[in-house]
């Protein structure tokens, strides 16, 4: 169980998508040291003004035959590709190809589980997020992650979104209302919550508690978003909302999306990544990625033609 207060707004027992074990109360934590893979405005506080051009590059990936193993077991074998940054790249391909796996390394949500290997290198922001001096808590405010299954922790809605930024050591109360309600707003939620910030976050619904979830992921301004399945566990109404929120999002983070729906993957992605296990002695592998228009329309591999016909998968 990865306990929260040391994730950050990535939140969740990764290895089971069930919900983070819930603090009775948001811990201090001093603000740990920033290893440069994270832009250096962006461990300070955070302006709730719009995006500088300075950082308008920030946010990229580099992954070079990245290989992942599960007690000795390869999951994913040599992948590489490029994720651009403030663009929206989806992941897709059948159950058990190492979707969560993969997006796992990219905020080293996997250092928690046992028995697992990550090969490769892996650079944010043209630096290895793997190396000794970055530490894994700071990486994780700057790339936040949602979940299968909202996971709002057993506090107020209000304190779920200050539990980030109350982590690195914010206390003043107006700053604190500045983020959550900024938080809020972004996630496109504000309006239904404004006057019951103090209610219990269990008390909303599933998709409203998506949306808290992801507040709470950007109340430590992040610049990367990760989203494993978002929408499997809401209905239709509140995936338009949670669809309607990455396009919102897309021109100031980049977003890695996990997705088996094809026509979501087409709605908000601009770029797309296949990943197939051809067979249960082989790991898996990324089979192409590239603008998510040509991936539906004209995919280079008849393998990616097949899944997204809904041949197999
Ligand atoms: N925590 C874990 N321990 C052991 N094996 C795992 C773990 N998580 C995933 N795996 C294995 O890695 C492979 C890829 O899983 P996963 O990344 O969850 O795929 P996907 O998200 O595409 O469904 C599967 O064979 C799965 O059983
Ligand atoms: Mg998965």
Do not use: W
């Amino acid at each position: 169980m990865v306990n929260p207060a040391n994730t950050a707004n990535a939140t969740a027992d990764t290895a089971t998508d069930t919900p983070a074990e819930a603090p009775t109360e948001a811990p201090v934590h001093k603000a740990p040291e920033v290893h440069t893979v994270v832009p250096e405005h962006r461990a300070e506080r955070p302006s709730t003004s719009s995006t500088s051009d300075a950082d308008s590059k920030s946010g990229h990936f580099e992954l070079e035959k990245v290989s992942v193993s599960y007690g000795g077991d390869m999951a994913l074998k040599d992948v590489s590709f490029y994720i651009e940054p403030r663009k929206v790249t989806a992941l897709i391909g059948p159950s058990g190809c190492g979707k969560s796996t993969l997006l796992r390394c990219l905020n080293r949500m996997n250092d928690a589980i046992d028995g697992v290997k990550v090969e490769g290198l892996i650079s944010l922001n043209g630096e290895d997020i793997n190396a000794k001096a970055v530490d894994p808590v700071s990486l994780r405010m700057y790339v936040g992650q949602v979940f299968q299954r909202p996971n709002p922790f057993p506090l107020s809605i209000y304190d779920n979104v200050a539990f980030g930024p109350r982590t690195q050591g914010i206390r003043k109360k107006d700053e604190l209302d500045e983020i959550v309600i900024d938080s809020l707003k972004k996630a496109a939620i504000y309006e239904e919550v404004k006057n019951s910030l103090k209610k219990h976050a269990f008390e909303l619904s599933g998709g409203q508690q998506q949306r808290l979830c992801i507040a709470r992921a950007l109340a430590t301004k992040p610049g990367v978003l990760l989203m494993d399945e978002p929408c499997s566990a809401l209905d239709p109404i509140s995936t338009g909302m949670i669809e309607d929120t990455v396009q919102q999002l897309r021109d100031s983070m980049t977003i890695v999306i996990v997705t088996h729906n094809m026509q979501q993957a087409a709605r908000v992605s601009d770029s797309t990544a296949f990943l197939l296990r051809e067979s249960i002695e082989e790991p898996a592998g990324l089979v192409e990625i590239t603008d998510t228009t040509t991936m539906f329309t004209q995919p280079r591999d008849k393998r990616t033609e097949n899944y997204i016909t809904g041949r197999f998968g």
